[in-house]
């Protein structure tokens, strides 16, 4: 069954010396894993694969069979071009982390095009903005509303933040309330927009500190969730 579908680019690894595996995010299916035959043995290959790169937005024609977990493209063509992600260092090194995250976070061979289209727009308004620093804390941040556990801003005013329990409490219970720095920041970030996100004035340390609370957020709701393995690269550029 041949469907066209929207789709964007988790990852990809070579498969024995002239293939390429590649896992993306579709519109359509869900997360779906192609295999991409002798694209790396030709220079006519070359130029295929250069549409395969991380979080690249692409339309394709997927040849869908129920029983194989990996199928075969047909078509492919950009959706839209990046002017910025794949040729900016800092950009790049965004992409790279986040591309790991979701590769780890995508799990639903299923239609859900709310989420799709939050991730879609995102990385186009992060591919057209300078001021960006923060941009993956705000977007690691928002998308935990289409996972289901999005913090609950009831009682915001309240001093801490039990990152268990995804909630704002009066007082402290256990290791996991959150207070201080992150606990302001968070609450920041909860009232901004990716438009206003400029207004958002922290430093490098801050922003370390904020990631590793994300991922400690994240670790704690989703159960198969490890740590990215290019988050110690990712804090060398941004140091």
């Known amino acids: 069954m041949l ?32 295999i991409l035959r002798g694209v790396l043995k030709s220079k006519k290959g070359s130029s295929k694969t250069a549409y395969f790169q991380l979080l690249s937005q ?45 590769s780890d976070t995508l799990k639903e061979e299923e239609q859900n095009e709310t989420l799709f289209s939050y991730i879609e727009t995102s990385l186009q308004w992060f591919d057209t903005h300078s001021e960006y620093s923060n941009f993956h804390l705000l977007f690691l941040l928002k998308i935990t509303k289409y996972f289901g556990f999005y913090p609950d801003e009831k009682n915001i005013d309240y001093p801490f933040f039990n990152l268990k329990d995804g909630k704002f409490e009066n007082k402290k219970l256990d290791r996991y309330s959150l207070s201080g720095e992150n606990l302001v920041l968070l609450k ?35 159960g198969s969730f490890r740590t990215p393995k290019s988050l110690k690269i990712f804090n060398q550029v941004f140091s």
């Open 58 to 102: 692409l339309q394709l024609v997927i040849d869908y069979k129920n029983n194989r977990t990996l199928h075969t493209v047909k078509e492919t063509k950009l959706n839209h071009l990046y002017s910025s992600l794949h040729s900016h260092v800092l950009k790049s090194a965004i992409v790279m982390f986040l591309s790991e995250v979701l």
């Open 3 to 34: 469907i066209t579908t929207n789709a964007i680019v988790l990852s990809k690894l070579k498969y024995k010396d002239n293939d390429l595996i590649v896992k993306c995010y579709t519109e359509q299916l869900g997360v779906i894993s192609l």
């Open 188 to 222: 920041e970030l909860l009232g901004t927009t990716f438009d206003a996100l400029y207004t958002v004035k922290i430093n490098a340390k801050q922003r370390q500190s904020f990631l590793s609370m994300i991922l400690l957020y994240y670790e704690l709701h989703l």
